[in-house]
């Protein structure tokens, strides 16, 4: 199993070979188109998370000791980033998720996205996969 | 004569760069730029006579003072208003509606009706929302057409006796809509009815005679009109205004004190609690200066060839579609293209260095009606080029062709 360190790695050394912000977001916009979609039963007011512009739905279900994350958005971009974040938080330890820091996405040039002024609801959305890790690690304790 | 390159020589921030390329500034509605002329206006107050307002005797606070009301007389001048104690300096528009929402609490009773129009900002929706669940009055709304135009039938049937005030804003900041205000405020005080103008959207493009107009509030915020952020007006005829009660207690707004019983000071000074945003309010008066200097008429002419280009350009686009043709429109044009969310568009049109605004503008009640997330709104300003529109043009295709 990749760690949470590992994988933020790869994706790191994937953004550094993009040339241009161009080639950055046609990325990030294929990512997108991989993201595991949820459930339509999960996609309800109760999971969406709500930015100023864009929505954002999220469900957590956990296997054995790990959480795995579903999601969707109705913006493109904003489903790219919630893909990264999924590759990188799903399927992972509660503590795990925990401890983790999301500094890469600064490292791969998406820092604004994530910048609480966006209100794209991601922000909201990594505090709400803390929040699962958080509750899933108490239901393991 | 109009020379848009010499006018733009006076923003500094229309050199800066974006993302590696020159700004394109298309959110003027949202805030204008600010020509030097009125940064030297702020770095000379702080710079050379910095001194609370009315109260000193001393030489700075008098010349202070004296500027600060020469910004009062500018605006006073520029609308049209018959007594300078008439404009009430406040932060900006919102806090002159939460003024006259609040000043009306006392008086509403249950079963009076206000009337809004259905393509107001939030801000001249949520303190009569609020001032209704206090008193029991009922909100109305004038309905709008597909077009982006208010019905205006449908308006005349919500009069009555029964109403107490009307809010419209002058321009839609969504649709960019001139509304037909003379018609609204005349059937209005035909039933006795008081009107509250927002003029938010409309005093950068359009220069209202409020004294011609016979409207009874009017607000707009300074940052709309190249001014600074943090200060706006209120107008109110003096008639209404004394009978209003004061907004905030504090200093300056009082005439005595004593534990038993204050009496309040006379206008403006009633509404004006507190140490003012004394630079802001300076740095107002010269930026109406500053554009009554460049005149109103020649803005709007310029502005009309903008949005015509603009409308011709962007409607090109395949899959393009506006929102808001009302035949009197400002320089704003609001648009989706296909079922591409507007938040794609603008992040990456905002790689390109350009700067539009995406979202539902804080007019939620518009993109409910056209059953839309929100728009992607770029609004232009006087110091806007025709190259820089078709700059817009080559993003959105470029961002079409990414998101598709």
Redesign the interface.
Known sequence: MNTIEAIQEEIIEEFSMFEDWMQRYEYMIDLGKLLPIIAPEYKTDVNIIKGCQSKVWVHAELHEDQISFTADSDAIITKGIIAILIRVFSNQHPKDIMESSTDFIDKIGLKEHLSPTRANGLVSMIKQIKMYAVAFQTQLN | MFDVKHIRKDFPILSREV?GNPLVYFDNAATSQTPQQVIDVIVDYYSRYNANIHRGVHRLSQEATEAYENARAIIQKHFNIAHPYEVIFTSGTTESINLIASGYSPSLKKGDELIISAMEHHSNIVPWQMLCEKTGAVLKVIPMTEQGTLEMNVYEDLLSERTQLVFVNHVSNALGTVNPIQEIIDKAHGFGAKVLLDGAQASPHIKADLQALDVDYYVTSAHKLCGPTGVGMLYGKSVLLNELPPYQGGGEMIATVTFEKTTYADLPHKFEAGTPNIAGGIAFGAALDYMNAIGFEKIATYEAELLAYATNTLTKIEGLKIYGEAPQKTAVISFNVGR?????IG??L??MGIAVR???HCAQPIMDFYKI??TIRASFSFYNTFEEIDLLEVGIRKAVK??Q
């Open positions: 993302n591409i969310h507007p938040y794609d992040s990456i905002d790689q995406t979202g539902h997330p929100g990414m998101l």
